[in-house]
């Protein structure tokens, strides 16, 4: 069955489901798999977000990422998980999943190849910006940790 | 509320992690922390305010906002923190139970313009396990609606109406293949909509005030931030003493936590999670250091128990 692009979400799925009925008329045990997946695109299953939802949601996961939120997009993957599973289901969301699971590994790249860089060259690669840069320096000179409630 | 979350989660988180890094000497450069702690608060704040973000993301947040806001909490002197303790207990017992309590008269409010109460809070759902056969649970999300008209089954239909709207469209025909499918596949679409068929296993949908424990329509367990904090804060200011008095103060949260749902259960209304749990614990806690460290160190230096 093909998906065509039609008035609502609504009609696709009652297709879709009415072809599962169709296919499993009398007792038969259907798996859970089956079942679940086609329907929810969320890693919550029944109690996550409808496929229109999660168009949206996808989208804009997708496009706050952009504000150095590699994290954001992460969550984005983790979320929509059965898209990347069952990717062939979910045309319209499965665009904004991948690209956020590209953007999060190149970010991840870039930040982690900085990190190690800085601090496995230390001292000896950097000279002595290395102490005006790391962390517990920058704390010391700011007092950052002096101050409480 | 947001930038107050966010106040939390940056500049207390970040100051706990600054600590930490100076602790044990993380050479990590301050731009990379800074990238890494904005990702951070930046998630956790989106993650509390959407309400339809991943569960277990949200639940992973408030823990760790109640972690950070006891951590701070902990740095008051000792009787102080024990007074605040015992007054809170007190205060959220009546602030919920009598009848002009402020915490009540919230909540009743809240009920009667079908809203739900804007605060932090954590919501336990429950376990669907595959396997569990003719307990079928409705999981609507949270929306708890209190159980105002007589008639079961509109009050039922108005449920499922106003909670997820794209199920509601394939109620027909899902009410039809529940005849044909075995039981064991429940917690699906199919669970949603046999909620005309059951019976009063479900919904004591009652509502929850922000410091107290309630049960959400879904049989969730909705439990207020507060109570998670003030329970590490005992917890915590239990722990700068010894380790018997953390282990007793821990299973006696516990344990009045239980009893606290217990009661729960029996009395389908919101109910302060505060009182039980933090008097046993200070009890717990002052009987533990005044008698009971005593007895155990002697029995250990006398190698008589261990």
Redesign the interface.
């Known amino acids: 069955m093909e998906r065509r692009e039609s008035a609502g979400e609504e009609e696709e799925e009652g297709r879709r489901n009415e072809e599962r009925v169709n296919n499993t008329r009398g007792i038969i045990l259907r798996d859970q798999n089956n079942n679940r997946e086609p329907i929810w695109p969320t890693i919550d299953g029944p109690l996550g977000l409808s496929e229109d939802e999660s168009l949206s949601y996808a989208r804009n996961f997708f496009k706050f990422g952009f504000f150095l939120l590699p994290w954001l997009w992460a969550l984005n993957c983790f979320y929509f998980w059965p898209v990347l599973r069952h990717s062939p289901s979910f045309p319209r969301i499965r665009r904004y999943v991948f690209g956020s699971a590209i953007g999060f590994v190149g970010f991840t790249v870039l930040l982690s190849s900085w990190a190690l860089t800085f601090s496995i060259g230390g001292e000896h690669l950097f000279g002595p910006v290395w102490g005006k840069l790391v962390m517990y320096n920058v704390a010391d000179r700011f007092g950052l940790t002096g101050a409480s409630i | 509320m947001g930038f107050s979350s966010f106040v939390v989660l940056g500049f207390m988180g970040g100051?706990i992690a600054?600590?930490l890094?100076?602790k044990f000497?993380?050479?990590?450069?301050?731009?990379?922390?800074l990238?890494l702690l904005?990702?951070?608060a930046?998630?956790g704040v989106?993650?509390i305010f959407m309400s339809?973000?991943?569960?277990?993301?949200t639940q992973s947040y408030l823990v760790v906002i109640g972690m950070l806001v006891a951590y701070?909490f902990t740095?008051l002197p000792e009787w102080t923190t024990w007074a605040l303790l015992v007054a809170m207990a007190l205060y959220d017992l009546a602030a919920v139970l009598l009848p002009g309590g402020p915490l009540r008269l919230l909540v009743e409010l809240a009920i009667s313009r079908d809203e739900e109460i804007p605060a932090l809070v954590y919501e336990a759902?429950p376990i669907t396990n595959?396997n569990v056969g003719p307990m079928q649970r409705v999981?609507e999300?949270r929306s708890w609606k209190g159980r105002r008209s007589a008639d079961p089954d509109t009050a039922e239909s108005s449920n499922a109406s106003s909670s997820?709207?794209?199920?509601l469209?394939?109620e027909d025909?899902?009410n039809?293949?529940r005849v044909?499918?075995?039981q064991?596949?429940q917690?699906?679409?199919d669970?949603?909509l046999s909620a005309p068929l059951i019976p009063q296993e479900m919904v004591q949908s009652e509502s929850w005030p922000m410091d107290g424990i309630g049960l959400g329509s879904?049989g969730a367990i909705k439990l207020g931030l507060g109570d998670f904090i003030f329970y590490s804060v005992l917890v915590g200011r239990a722990a700068m003493y010894d380790f018997m008095t953390v282990y007793a103060c821990y299973l006696a949260i516990i344990a009045g936590l239980g009893i606290t749902l217990m009661l729960l259960a029996f009395y389908q209304k919101a109910l302060p999670a505060l009182p039980v749990s933090i008097l046993l614990g200070v009890v717990f806690y002052f009987l533990t250091r005044i008698l009971l460290e005593i007895f155990v160190v002697q029995c250990s230096v006398n190698l008589f128990m261990f």
């Not at chain 2, 997820?164 to 199920?167: E, K």
Request: aromatic share 8%; proline share 2%.
């Open positions: 100051e600054v600590i890094v100076q000497s993380v050479p990590i450069d301050c731009v990379t922390f990238v904005f990702n951070f930046v998630v989106m993650s339809k973000m991943a569960i277990l993301i701070w740095l759902r595959n999981v999300r997820l709207g794209v199920l469209s394939s025909r899902q039809e293949t044909v499918i075995a064991e596949s917690v699906s679409g669970s949603e879904s």
